[in-house]
């Protein structure tokens, strides 16, 4: 065999070797970054999804915790009433009348489960003592337990129970469906919005057992009957989806009325 032979040879199976160790080289890069293998691909893709949901699930915790951060205690939960809940037209609970916008003279906000039975469940004094109680803020605050009516009316309920009433006496107006009795302590609203009161009322009750809140055995009766002659309505689910954006949490037993 010849010298030049000889180096040929030599030439093509080095050649082939370099050949060879290229192509290794390139597929372990390629495995290396999962473009060589359906597998790795799927893997890739699928901790991809994860990272999204991840994220997804970081960014709704936190919009959740920014929304449930802005009501802390009754203070705040008066400006984000009527600058979100009830920014543009409304209706007061007991009386029905329609109003266009705040400020309206002579609306203010009334709270169903009254705070004086709140303040003698806890234990915490008087209403503005019990402003330094962590709980009983946040059942003064609650959203679902806030409604616009009218001041008069509001002043006049008080912490009465409620109740049906004989007779019909508009005290407030012929067209306010609202009667009082001092002497049973008691009030009676427009049939339109018994429901919605006692699904308020019972979701207070169970929102906050530590605080032992209580609705009587007869007044509990009475309101099962009005929740079940007056099922929630189009605009009490709008204000529960529009109560859960802003404060975080829905009332069951409008989404789900035979739970009651």
């Given at each position: 065999?010849?010298?030049?032979?000889?180096?040929?040879?030599?030439?093509?199976?080095?050649?082939?070797?370099?050949?060879?160790?290229?192509?290794?080289?390139?597929?372990?890069?390629?495995?290396?970054?999962?473009?060589?293998?359906?597998?790795?691909?799927?893997?890739?893709?699928?901790?991809?999804?994860?990272?999204?949901?991840k994220?997804?699930?970081?960014?709704?915790?936190?919009?959740?915790?920014?929304?449930t951060?802005?009501?802390?205690?009754?203070?705040d939960?008066?400006?984000?009433?009527?600058?979100q809940?009830?920014r543009?037209?409304?209706?007061?609970?007991?009386?029905?009348q329609?109003?266009?916008?705040?400020?309206a003279?002579?609306?203010?906000?009334?709270?169903?489960?009254?705070?004086g039975?709140?303040t003698?469940?806890?234990?915490?004094?008087?209403?503005?003592?019990?402003?330094?109680?962590?709980?009983?803020?946040?059942?003064?605050?609650?959203?679902?337990?806030?409604?616009?009516?009218?001041?008069?009316?509001?002043?006049a309920r008080?912490?009465?129970?409620?109740?049906?009433?004989?007779?019909?006496?508009r005290?407030f107006?012929?067209?306010?469906?609202?009667e009082?009795?001092?002497?049973?302590?008691?009030?009676e609203?427009?049939?339109?919005i018994?429901?919605?009161?006692?699904?308020?009322?019972?979701?207070?009750?169970?929102?906050y057992?530590?605080?032992?809140?209580?609705?009587?055995?007869?007044?509990?009766?009475?309101?099962?009957?009005?929740?079940?002659?007056?099922?929630?309505?189009?605009?009490?689910?709008?204000?529960?989806?529009a109560?859960?954006?802003?404060?975080?949490?829905?009332?069951?037993?409008?989404?789900?009325?035979?739970?009651?």
């Amino acid at each position: 065999m010849s010298f030049k032979h000889s180096a040929r040879r030599a030439l093509v199976i080095a050649g082939r070797a370099i050949v060879t160790l290229t192509v290794a080289v390139l597929l372990v890069y390629y495995s290396d970054y999962g473009l060589n293998d359906n597998s790795s691909k799927n893997s890739s893709n699928q901790n991809a999804d994860k990272n999204a949901n991840k994220s997804a699930e970081r960014d709704s915790d936190a919009e959740q915790s920014m929304s449930t951060s802005k009501i802390k205690n009754y203070a705040d939960a008066r400006k984000v009433f009527w600058r979100q809940l009830y920014r543009g037209s409304f209706t007061t609970l007991y009386c029905g009348q329609r109003f266009n916008a705040m400020p309206a003279r002579g609306v203010n906000i009334e709270h169903v489960f009254p705070m004086g039975w709140a303040t003698n469940s806890i234990g915490c004094g008087t209403r503005d003592q019990c402003r330094s109680n962590a709980l009983f803020n946040q059942i003064e605050s609650d959203l679902h337990n806030l409604y616009p009516s009218r001041s008069d009316v509001n002043t006049a309920r008080l912490s009465f129970r409620f109740a049906n009433i004989a007779g019909e006496v508009r005290e407030f107006g012929a067209d306010c469906d609202f009667e009082v009795s001092k002497r049973q302590r008691a009030v009676e609203p427009r049939p339109d919005i018994r429901g919605d009161i006692a699904r308020t009322m019972f979701y207070m009750v169970d929102r906050y057992p530590q605080a032992k809140l209580e609705i009587f055995s007869k007044q509990q009766r009475l309101l099962k009957e009005w929740h079940r002659a007056d099922p929630p309505s189009a605009e009490e689910r709008a204000r529960n989806d529009a109560i859960e954006r802003i404060q975080g949490n829905r009332n069951p037993y409008v989404d789900a009325p035979n739970s009651l």
